[in-house]
């Protein structure tokens, strides 16, 4: 058993607190891991605002971490003890329908089949003050070390700056994915991205790689808009600055509305007006944002029936294979860091995250 320190959530609406908690060494099929390094993605908020389904408290969150693995349980192979690697919190089994259909990325071990907030075997490797702590979409980044099982594991560059490519565990491959792999943009084609936070600023990197000619950023802070610009938004907009409709306002920028709109909020007016932004007949919306659950939406059929296509997305790219291009120095995510804490300032980084900085 290892003794360390995680950020454990005790219950919906509290801040994390630092605790010490133990790690039990890793079962048959598992890999227990020392986290280098984790960033903050607003999925994390959503469980500590409750927003989050099937979580179960006290929980350890964080599910965009990077690691080395430390031992490893009975029948494991992929991975040895040293190996450099990032916690998938969008398992692999590799055995079941989903993850036997090349054209699939999700998993029916996935958080949205089953619950993963304890480990297959159903139970937790996390302890703190006698009490049994549950595991966050099995990867738990927020402790010094975790349990995880070896499909939910992703080994990786041996050479990979840590504190860099552990944002390579969400927020990166999930919007440069919804860009390459969802909606397939073309070259020379015009993109729109509602909300660029860590999220929809990689949708911005991965229209760019994907020869976009036109990329409208859509953000209501003005920094974020910034930033944009400089990962390779060709325009920027603020809704607050216009009175009608921000789906009117792109509209008349582009003449019949966008060829590809992602939603990387979560909100449902902002995923209506990114449908009703793209082209009426051949346009495609990705939704990225993650709603509170239980959300409903209601649109316009016509919306559909004119021809738009309207898809989601759940972590869309490969991760290894990201981590080998960013080695080739092929994107640069490392803008999207804009602080460096450490885990005792825990709190304090969801404080930036909520004021938008
Ligand atoms: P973030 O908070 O960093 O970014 C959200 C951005 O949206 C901010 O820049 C904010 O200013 C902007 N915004 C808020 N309201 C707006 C409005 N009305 N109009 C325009 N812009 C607005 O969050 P993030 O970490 O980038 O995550 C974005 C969303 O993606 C979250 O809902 C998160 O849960 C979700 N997410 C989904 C997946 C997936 O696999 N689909 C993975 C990671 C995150
Ligand atoms: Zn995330
Ligand atoms: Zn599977």
Same mark, same amino acid.
């Given at each position: 058993?290892? @003794? ?10 509290? &801040? ?8 039990? &060494? ?5 890999? @227990? ?11 994390? $908020?959503? %469980? ?12 350890? &969150?964080?599910?965009?971490? #990077?690691? %080395? ?19 998938? +919190? ?26 993963? =907030? ?5 139970? =937790? ?26 499909? +939910?594991?992703?080994?990786? $560059? ?19 994915? #919804?860009?390459? /792999?969802? !909606? ?7 993109? #729109? ?15 760019? !790689?994907?020869?976009?000619? @036109? ?10 808009? #910034?930033? +944009? ?8 907009? /603020? ?25 990387? %909020?979560?909100?449902? $007016? ?5 449908? !009703? =932004? ?12 993650? &709603?509170? =659950? ?5 649109? $316009? ?30 994107? /640069? ?10 885990? !005792? ?9 909520? +004021?938008?900085?």
């Amino acid at each position: 058993v290892i @003794r360390c320190r995680a950020a454990v959530a005790w219950a919906v609406g509290k &801040p994390l607190s630092i605790e010490e908690v133990e790690v039990a &060494p890793p079962k048959a099929g598992e890999v @227990r891991i020392k986290i280098v390094a984790t960033g903050i993605c607003r999925t994390d $908020d959503h %469980i500590l605002e409750g927003s989050f389904p099937n979580v179960d408290f006290p929980v350890i &969150p964080g599910h965009e971490g #990077a690691g %080395i693995v430390e031992s490893v349980g009975e029948g494991v192979t992929s991975v040895k003890p040293g190996d450099k690697v990032i916690p998938i +919190a969008l398992p692999n089994c590799g055995e079941c329908t989903f993850c036997l259909n090349p054209e699939s990325n999700y998993c029916l071990k996935s958080h949205f089949s089953e619950s993963q =907030s304890l480990l297959p075997d159903r139970t =937790s490797r996390f302890t703190c003050k006698g009490k049994q702590i549950y595991h966050f979409l099995w990867v738990s980044t927020f402790a010094e070390y975790t349990v995880i099982p070896e499909y +939910a594991v992703a080994k990786i $560059d041996a050479a990979a700056p840590l504190d860099k490519v552990c944002l390579f565990g969400c927020g990166f491959p999930t919007g440069y994915g #919804a860009a390459i /792999n969802t !909606a397939k943009v073309k070259p020379g084609s015009t993109c #729109a991205i509602f909300g660029v936070g860590g999220v929809g600023l990689s949708v911005v990197m991965g229209c760019k !790689a994907a020869g976009a000619s @036109r990329i409208i950023a859509v953000d209501i802070n003005k920094d974020k808009l #910034a930033k +944009a610009k400089e990962l390779g938004a060709t325009d920027c907009v /603020n809704p607050r600055d216009f009175k009608k409709p921000i789906q009117e306002v792109l509209t008349d920028m582009t003449g019949h509305g966008v060829d590809y709109s992602f939603e990387a %909020i979560g909100h449902a $007016d902002t995923m209506t007006a990114a449908l !009703a =932004s793209c082209n009426m007949n051949t346009g495609v919306c990705v939704m990225v944002g993650v &709603p509170v =659950s239980g959300s409903v939406l209601s649109v $316009d059929p016509m919306l559909v029936l004119s021809g738009r296509t309207w898809k989601g997305t759940l972590l869309g790219d490969s991760i290894p294979k990201l981590v080998s291009s960013y080695m080739e120095k092929k994107f /640069n995510p490392d803008l999207l860091i804009t602080h460096t804490l450490p885990i !005792a300032k825990v709190n304090e980084g969801f404080e930036l995250l909520r +004021a938008g900085k």
